[in-house]
T-cell receptor, first 116, second 112 residues
């Protein structure tokens, strides 16, 4: 079954420090995409970063990087130099390129709180 | 500015009163989709559309309708809302064949 697992319901990090949010995925498909979205308390879903299953290099977008370990089926999000505005819920998601629904499969999310 | 817009952002209604949540994107995306987000259940796909006049059911389509008459618009219709449709609804869009989907700001619906 296709599944995303985020094992950290909540995390704290000190401002300006780096933090890693864990994500593991389960699929037998060879072609898939992995995403991270941020959901602040206001509720919107903000796209952060994308990694394709055939991408050999880890994706980076500013302070966000995706630590992609294919053999372990993990796609951890690393936020460098945390800011107070990073406090939010973070969702890992997967899409299967073989699927014709375009559906994103989401994990349960991790709540990150950045301490001043 | 490239964006997905939804209206209304907040809505309180009563059981059985038909409502429509609009969704519009200005990125010329072929693909559009609706999700609902519920505590403990995460985000679940309601309906999706690969292009104009092409729509199909997602995982939880019961009680919902959609239409795709124009590329930019993908309204979600609740013909007879019930309290179990109280939820946070998201519209999303993306280019067909590419994976990244962009979400609207969400619509919080309360059905009394």
């Amino acid at each position: 079954a296709q599944k995303i697992t985020q094992t950290q319901p909540g995390m704290f990090v000190q401002e300006k420090e780096a933090v890693t949010l864990d994500c593991t995925y389960d699929t037998s498909d060879q072609s898939y995409g992995l995403f991270w979205y941020k959901q602040p308390s206001s509720g919107e879903m903000i796209f952060l970063i994308y990694q394709g299953s055939y991408d050999e290099q880890n994706a980076t977008e500013g302070r966000y990087s995706l630590n992609f370990q294919k053999a372990r089926k993990s796609a951890n999000l690393v936020i460098s130099a945390s800011q107070l505005g990073d406090s939010a819920m973070y969702f890992c998601a997967m899409s299967l390129l073989s699927s014709n629904t375009g559906k994103l499969i989401f994990g349960q999310g991790t709540t990150l709180q950045v301490k001043p | 500015e490239a964006q997905v817009t939804q209206n209304p952002r907040y809505l309180i209604t009563v059981t059985g009163k038909k409502l429509t949540v609009t969704c519009s994107q200005n990125m010329n995306h072929e693909y559009m989709s609706w999700y609902r987000q519920d505590p403990g259940l995460g985000l679940r796909q309601i309906y999706y559309s690969m292009n104009v006049e092409v729509t199909d059911k997602g995982d939880v389509p019961e009680g919902y309708k959609v239409s795709r008459k124009e590329k930019r618009n993908f309204p979600l219709i609740l013909e007879s809302p019930s309290p179990n449709q109280t939820s946070l609804y998201f519209c999303a869009s993306g280019l067909a064949g590419q994976e990244t989907q962009y979400f609207g700001p969400g619509t919080r619906l309360l059905v009394l």
